[in-house]
């Protein structure tokens, strides 16, 4: 019995996978610097906050029903938002989720 192996190869043209509807998956805490859709593909929690900083504008950000969560304690209540927009950004959309936490929710 003869054993016929066959190569694959795998060509990968991008490190950025986009999740489906070409949204660009978030599953860690990020600073989105690029316009365009994004999607949230996990729960995130963090000690500190901000988890999601927008420094873009024309961002829509779908939480797919997921939860943002940033710890509080005594020493990190003042300047800890869940997501922060930074000045200059606009036309910003966050929608479909949850966000616990944090000195804010949205900054």
């Not at 694959?8 to 978030?26: F, H, N, Q």
Request: glycine fraction near 10%; aromatic fraction near 2%.
């Amino acid at each position: 019995m003869k054993i016929l192996r066959i190569a694959m190869p795998i060509c990968l043209t991008s490190s950025l996978v986009l999740a489906d509807e070409g949204r660009k998956p978030l599953h860690k805490p990020t600073t989105i610097t690029s316009p365009g859709s994004y999607i949230v593909t996990r729960d995130i929690t963090a000690q500190q906050g901000p988890i999601l900083s927008i420094a873009a504008s024309n961002v829509s950000i779908d939480l797919n029903g997921k939860t943002l969560t940033v710890l509080i304690n005594a020493t990190n209540v003042d300047d800890n938002p869940v997501i922060d927009v930074r000045d200059g950004s606009v036309g910003v959309a966050i929608h479909n989720g949850r966000l616990v936490g944090g000195s804010h929710g949205v900054w």
